[in-house]
């Protein structure tokens, strides 16, 4: 167990809606970051915030926000859903913001959009 | 941005051999390598990482060799077993642009050992 939480584990839901991933970090952690994993995909870097603050942005798309909450837990938000959005998507955590932080990854949350 | 490249993406090896995957990065900069393990439908697990102050770095039966001049590193499997069977990612710590610090991964290798 990593320490980050992430919910809900499994969703279903239909092209054109939305949809509200949430993940609570480590405990003490600041740095919340989001990856995008499809089937035989790699790792793609979506967002990542530090304390509230939006630190960087990698191939997030427009349809596709985030915040990250007083309480350091953070929330996804994925709308006008299309197929290729079916995806697991990962929270991560670290405990400080810069390079050589190791981040730590919770189980995912898998989406399928049909 | 930062780029990384990773081969072989796939891998087989038998039981008892040993299992090589390389890395290229594009950034200079970047100064932090970890490799992550998961296996199918979990999350990725950090297995070891190196930082750019030192060349190489072992744990075990997992070694990690960083070529900053060339700007690639390895990640070293011996006498591998058939747990080792997973999908394996390489990643660079990136401060392209004032990121903090996220992680830009290879594409991943999959690695089966053969009992």
């Known amino acids: 167990d990593s320490g980050v939480t992430q919910t809900p584990k499994h969703l279903i839901t239909a092209t054109g809606q939305r949809v509200t991933l949430r993940c609570s970090p480590r405990?003490?952690?600041?740095?919340v970051y989001w990856y995008q994993q499809s089937l035989d995909q790699g790792l793609q870097f979506l967002i990542q915030y530090y304390n509230g603050e939006e630190r960087a942005k990698g191939n997030i798309l427009e349809r596709f926000s985030a915040q990250q909450f007083p309480d350091l837990h953070s929330e996804l938000n994925l709308s006008s859903l299309e197929l290729g959005d079916s995806a697991l998507y990962f929270c991560a955590s670290s405990p400080r913001q810069g390079t050589g932080n190791t981040i730590y990854f919770g189980e995912g949350s898998w989406l399928t959009v049909v | 941005g930062e780029n990384v490249e990773q081969h072989p993406s796939t891998l087989s090896v038998q039981e008892g051999d040993s299992a090589v995957i390389k890395c290229t990065y594009s950034d200079s900069a970047s100064n932090y390598f970890p490799w992550y393990k998961q296996e199918l439908g979990k999350r990725p697990q950090l297995i070891i990482d190196?930082?750019?102050?030192?060349g190489e770095k072992k744990d075990q039966r997992i070694a990690v060799t960083l070529n900053k001049t060339a700007k690639h590193f390895s990640l070293h499997i011996t006498e591998t077993q058939p747990e080792d069977s997973a999908v394996y990612f390489c990643a660079a710590s990136s401060i392209y642009g004032g990121s903090q610090g996220n992680l830009i991964f290879g594409k991943g290798t999959k690695l089966s050992v053969k009992p």
């Open positions: 190196i930082r750019s102050n030192v």
């Open positions: 405990s003490g952690d600041l740095s």
